[in-house]
């Protein structure tokens, strides 16, 4: 069941076309992965789902409502969630605050205990957020993501700037995200052999257009994308 | 009976064992003897301390607690002297009425002028800000002329009597400051203002809430300045001067900010430089000082007074856990 769809989205900066005309369609429940070289509008376009930038065209349907227009934190409470490239944490409060602060009505601290635990933060969840190391900060990340109880979270560069064995530990935390608590998860990554393995479809971006879609199997074998990264 | 309930009672035992509680109901108590010394010149600084006091408070409130940089605080604390002196004497409303009507259109004004430059980055709201409050400055001005206007003499109540309304009126606007900076409000307010964007994305509605807290710290900052006109019994156009719309801001660096007690101490010092010192000084030679200090202050001890006295006690701790 189509969760999300993104139908001919344009965004321009001034003279530069970052986004023309994309289309997507996302099901729930399945991992997707959004590649492309730098530049090519990957990031641009979850600004433009998650409401932080607005659409010069085009409209996008979050479980049938649009929410073109909408306000950031309207579409979260809509049930879409979030991450940054470089990963942002309120930095005077708590690692346990960071998420109680975002919970919806109803939420207790009980379960951002257990989400914090669940997310390698247990021994971390009284000090103060900056204290954080920055893999740690990505970690948190995820969990104040999930406890905002989406029905899709979308990954901006989650394992860039970590070492191996972190993102091993990162891409099994996303993989929980999508297989133990049911959610729509899409990454934007450039760690494409982790992509590919955690993706169930994979869209390609250059130069703000969507060039290629499919399983991550057909994607290697592309030539669009080939071209698109090596020119060739 | 809400009185009666256990975990409000609770509550109220926490808020009061704790430091700031205890400063405010101290400070109170002893603003509220020292007039009856029957110095009238202290009771006109202490007064001056009390209107600031409030008015500091209310700056620090709306800077430390959503990260809105304002220069133009002194709009609302202005606005209501104005508007208390002229609904008493134009409209012949009572004096409690003239306060409550000048307080509520001080916060609207000012709480509008909030909304609407709140979109501004930090440092180009606080310009917004300062340039409604110069406007306001010509305004005046030209409405009122140098000579500004007086309250009549026929409804000024004693000066005595308008002073110990000052005291409880820092003592409730001291506490209500307090309790909206421990409120369950405080987290989402520091959220905001550590990273508006993240905010937003998570579900925090950051436009009302930036909005609602300009709304009541104005709100505070127009009552400071009802009383501040009251007690003077006048207002004029340099109400709205530079030296007013920059001193909480200095009262609250050198006190300490994101604390009601740095707020009090803050303005106690430099109120004791702009009103008790320059009695022996001339007042160039106060203000110097008061350069200096928040030149020192600045330069050693980021967070102020407070900050400075928090870090000893905490390396006096240390020294006492290290010797056991």
Not at chain 1, 94 to 122: C, I, M, P, Y
Not at chain 1, 131 to 157: T, V, W
Not at chain 2, 177 to 183: A, C, P, R, T
Request: proline content about 4%; hydrophobic content about 45%.
């Amino acid at each position: 069941m189509t969760t999300l769809s993104v139908k001919s989205v344009a965004k321009q900066f001034g003279n530069l076309v970052a986004l023309d005309g994309v289309s997507i369609e996302v099901s729930e429940k399945q991992m997707y992965g959004l590649i492309g070289p730098n530049g090519s509008g990957k990031t641009t376009l979850l600004n433009v789902i998650s409401g932080v930038l607005k659409p010069d065209g085009g409209d996008i349907f979050l479980a049938g409502v649009s929410i073109k227009g909408k306000t950031s934190h309207n579409i979260a409470r809509l049930g879409l969630a979030r991450t940054f490239q470089t990963p942002r944490v309120f930095q005077h409060l708590s690692v346990l605050e960071n998420l109680t602060v975002v919970q919806h009505e109803g939420g207790d601290a009980h379960e951002a205990r257990e989400l914090l635990s669940e997310f390698g933060l247990k021994s971390e969840m009284d000090k103060p957020a900056e204290n954080l190391g920055y893999g740690e900060k990505k970690q948190l990340d995820l969990a104040r993501a999930l406890i905002l109880k989406p029905s899709i979270i979308m990954l901006d560069e989650p394992m860039a700037g970590l070492d191996f064995p972190m993102i091993k530990t990162m891409s099994g935390y996303i993989e929980k995200l999508c297989r133990s608590y049911g959610k729509t998860v899409i990454i934007v990554e450039h760690h494409l052999e982790e992509l590919m393995s955690l993706s169930d479809h994979i869209f390609v971006f250059d130069h703000g257009k969507k060039i290629e879609e499919g399983p991550p199997e057909t994607i290697r074998d592309s030539k669009a994308v080939h071209l698109a990264y090596f020119g060739r | 009976m809400a009185l009666g309930n256990p975990v409000l009672i609770k509550r109220i035992e926490t808020i009061l064992r704790q430091p700031i509680p205890i400063l405010i109901i101290v400070v109170t108590a002893a603003l509220a003897i020292v007039p009856f010394t029957g110095a009238p010149y202290l009771q006109y600084a202490l007064a001056y301390f009390i209107a600031f006091a409030i008015y500091t408070a209310s700056w620090d409130m709306l800077y430390s607690y959503s990260g809105q940089f304002t220069f133009g605080h002194i709009l609302p604390f202005g606005l209501g002297a104005f508007f208390t002196i002229i609904l008493t004497n134009d409209y012949g409303f009572p004096l409690f009425l003239s306060f409550v009507i000048g307080a509520a259109i001080a916060s609207a004004v000012s709480g509008s002028v909030g909304a609407s430059t709140q979109r501004l980055k930090p440092g180009y709201q606080g310009l917004a800000t300062f340039l409604f409050s110069q406007v306001l400055y010509n305004v005046m001005l030209f409405i009122f002329g140098e000579e500004g206007i007086s309250l009549s003499a026929s409804v000024s109540p004693s000066p005595f009597i308008l002073y110990e309304i000052g005291v409880c009126l820092f003592l409730s606007s001291m506490f209500a400051i307090f309790l909206v900076e421990h409120s369950r409000l405080r987290s989402k307010l520091l959220a905001i203002r550590d990273d508006s964007i993240l905010a937003e994305s998570t579900g925090i509605n950051v436009t009302y809430y930036k909005t609602v807290l300009f709304y009541v710290s104005t709100l505070f900052a127009g009552i400071a300045g009802c009383f501040f006109g009251l007690y003077i019994s006048h207002a004029d156009y340099t109400i709205f001067s530079v030296t007013n719309t920059f001193l909480p801001i200095g009262m609250a660096v050198i006190g300490g900010l994101g604390s009601v007690a740095g707020s009090i101490l803050g303005t106690g010092l430099v109120s004791l430089l702009s009103t008790i010192l320059p009695i022996s000084l001339s007042l160039s030679v106060s203000y110097l000082i008061y350069g200096l200090l928040l030149i020192v202050i600045l330069r050693f001890s980021a967070g102020g007074i407070v900050g400075f006295t928090t870090s000893v006690a905490n390396r006096l701790r240390r020294l006492g856990s290290k010797k056991i």
